[in-house]
T-cell receptor
Framework: DAGITQSPRHKVTETGTPVTLRCHQTENHRYMYWYRQDPGHGLRLIHYSYGVKDTDKGEVSDGYSVSRSKTEDFLLTLESATSSQTSVYFC?????????????FGAGSRLTVL | SQQGEEDPQALSIQEGENATMNCSYKTSINNLQWYRQNSGRGLVHLIL?????REKHSGRLRVTLDTSKKSSSLLITASRAADTASYFCATDAGGTSYGKLTFGQGTILTVHP
């Protein structure tokens, strides 16, 4: 999807194990975001980044951490996965469109925590 | 809490009919956007309407915005089976929001051939 690659696309893991999801962009955009999508909740923002090493919490950040050591990569880490973190995770970048920020999403990473 | 609430949650129509989806939000916005998601895929931006605009068109899409009622609607005219997808509204508070968007729960649209 338009210069954004998420990996892995699918992962099954066990409760208590660490998990890292990677988002890679090829277009040098400053703003990047991690959302999770769950039935009945739409998309909820987990963390976002406004530059290298500049990150902040979103609406549902508990249990998650992020890192951005270079412009193109934004990592989402679950230090100790729980079943409530079973979800589809989407990375997005923000582009300027008509003078406003428009998001472009990756294809998603489906995580199942058993 | 979710900024946007969408109505209806699901909509089933026949090809050729029009589809209308509604979105309500709670706080002031800089702009409101609509996104589409095909099954198993990421969201794709459809159209954006600014807070000082009342109506916007793009092809078969028509978006309205009523800031006094904090609501928006998306109309898809002459629907096609390929329009089957989930549709989400998203609000941008502007200012120092760093481009963050707050999404509604979405409307699932099914268009029958």
């Amino acid at each position: 999807d338009a210069g954004i690659t998420q990996s892995p696309r699918h992962k099954v893991t066990e409760t208590g194990t660490p998990v890292t999801l990677r988002c890679h962009q090829t277009e040098n955009h400053r703003y990047m975001y991690w959302y999770r999508q769950d039935p009945g909740h739409g998309l909820r923002l987990i963390h976002y980044s406004y530059g290298v090493k500049d990150t902040d919490k979103g609406e549902v950040s508990d249990g998650y951490s992020v890192s951005r050591s270079k412009t193109e990569d934004f990592l989402l880490t679950l230090e100790s996965a729980t079943s409530s973190q079973t979800s589809v995770y989407f990375c997005a970048i923000s582009r300027q469109g008509s003078g406003a920020n428009v998001l472009t999403f990756g294809a998603g990473s489906r995580l199942t925590v058993l | 809490s979710q900024q946007g609430e969408e109505d209806p949650q699901a909509l089933s129509i026949q090809e050729g009919e029009n589809a209308t989806m509604n979105c309500s939000y709670k706080t002031s916005i800089n702009n409101l956007q609509w996104y589409r998601q095909n099954s198993g895929r990421g969201l794709v931006h459809l159209i954006l309407i600014r807070s000082n605009e009342r109506e916007k068109h793009s092809g078969r899409l028509r978006v309205t915005l009523d800031t006094s009622k904090k609501s928006s609607s998306l109309l898809i005219t002459a629907s096609r089976a390929a329009d089957t997808a989930s549709y989400f509204c998203a609000t941008d508070a502007g200012g120092t929001s760093y481009g963050k968007l707050t999404f509604g729960q979405g409307t699932i649209l099914t268009v029958h051939p």
